[in-house]
């Protein structure tokens, strides 16, 4: 799943959808941390829970860090502002960043789950 929204928010970005691209890229960095948090069979739906649990197993325990964590804070947050803000702009400097946050995080999470013998 996190691949797939990683895909659609570099096509969104592509199309100069910069509100879409950000929500996308979230999503991809969610569903990321929902496939680390299932390698502990931890299983969750809700966004606070899920930030909390990505803290508590994998930032405080490692082998994340905490500038992962306010990554994963700055995506919610953008696009919380993006979905439900009507005045909120998402420019494509921050549609960009937001795309390559969750494209480097991706790449983490797959190695990790590698090096763990887990399939990325």
């Given at each position: 799943m996190?691949?797939?929204?990683l895909?659609?928010?570099?096509?969104?970005?592509?199309?100069?959808?910069?509100?879409?691209?950000?929500?996308?890229?979230y999503?991809?960095?969610?569903?990321?941390?929902?496939?680390l948090?299932?390698?502990k069979?931890?299983?969750t739906?809700?966004?606070?829970?899920i930030?909390?649990?990505?803290?508590?197993?994998?930032?405080?325990?490692?082998p994340?860090t905490?500038?992962?964590?306010?990554?994963?804070?700055?995506?919610?947050?953008?696009?919380?502002?993006?979905?439900?803000?009507?005045?909120e702009?998402?420019?494509e400097?921050?549609?960009?960043?937001a795309?390559a946050?969750?494209?480097?995080?991706?790449?983490?999470?797959?190695?990790?789950?590698?090096?763990?013998s887990?399939?990325?």
């Open positions: 996190a691949e797939e929204c895909r659609d928010s570099r096509y969104l970005l592509q199309m100069k959808s910069y509100r879409s691209a950000a929500g996308r890229a999503y991809a960095y969610f569903d990321a941390v929902r496939a948090l299932a390698s069979n931890i299983t739906k809700s966004h606070s829970s930030k909390m649990l990505f803290g508590q197993h994998f930032v405080q325990a490692g994340f905490k500038p992962d964590a306010k990554a994963f804070q700055s995506l919610f947050l953008l696009r919380q502002n993006s979905d439900y803000e009507i005045d702009n998402v420019s400097e921050d549609a960009t960043d795309v946050t969750a494209t480097e995080f991706l790449h983490q999470v797959e190695a990790y789950l590698r090096d763990n887990f399939a990325a």
